[in-house]
């Protein structure tokens, strides 16, 4: 069985430009979430993915998107980069929308730095 | 006021000691609480589920007061091994998010 696997590890964008990440589901996964940790800070929710559709969205603006496959895997895109964009970003699946909580398993993550 | 509230630490103790973490939840809709635990650079990974009647995991016992909307992390004999930060979860079911405190630095010290 694999893991959640998240791409690129590391990633240095300028302030301004378009960012995207990407997440592979674990095997038999649906349900894709997408969290952001600044430095000292617990993971924020970002968004929700099931069966390719939002599904629950957090505090963060509209620059912040996302898309589901049909693969189940996901990827975050972030436009008009901002230095507090500046964080670690997980993504964390799990089996299924009302599964069992406990069931999420999350990605090693992207360090994205914007200078 | 945040959801969940820790004490961010650091929390600097010797091996063998016991130390305890405590977290407050302000939604009293939550349904779901748990304790991860993330090494330095790395992912949050789920350490326990905490339930109303306590449970515990070999050195590690987890509490829940839901009308104090309280949860605790009891680590007895700590190992060098168990420096972390020790994250508080609580979730309201369905298919609502996890929702995480700051977290709690542990330091170990031999």
């Known amino acids: 069985e694999t893991g959640v696997t998240q791409s690129p590890t590391h990633l240095i964008k300028t302030r301004g430009q378009q960012v995207t990440l990407r997440c592979s589901s674990q095997?038999?996964?649906?349900?894709v979430s997408w969290y952001q940790q600044a430095l000292g800070q617990g993971p924020q929710f970002i968004f929700q993915y099931y069966r390719e559709e939002e599904n629950g969205r957090g505090n963060f603006p509209p620059r912040f998107s996302g898309l589901q496959f049909p693969n189940y895997s996901s990827e975050l895109n972030v436009n008009a980069l901002e230095l507090d964009d500046s964080a670690l970003y997980l993504c964390?699946?799990?089996?299924?929308?009302?599964?069992?909580?406990?069931?999420?398993?999350f990605g090693s993550g992207t360090r994205l730095t914007v200078v | 006021r945040k959801e969940v509230e820790q004490d961010p630490g650091p929390f600097n103790v010797p091996e063998g000691a016991t130390v305890a973490f405590n977290c407050t939840y302000s939604n009293s809709a939550s349904q779901s609480f748990f304790w991860y635990r993330q090494d330095c650079r790395k992912e949050p990974k789920l350490l326990m589920s905490v339930y109303s009647s306590g449970n515990e995991d070999g050195r590690f016992t987890a509490q829940l007061n839901r009308a104090s909307q309280y949860i605790s992390l009891l680590i007895r004999d700590s190992k060098l091994s168990d420096s972390a930060t020790y994250l508080c979860v609580v979730n309201r079911g369905g298919n609502t998010p996890l929702v995480f405190g700051k977290g709690t630095r542990l330091s170990v010290i031999a």
């Open positions: 964390a699946s799990s089996p299924a929308m009302r599964g069992r909580v406990d069931g999420y398993t």
């Open positions: 095997s038999g996964h649906n349900t």
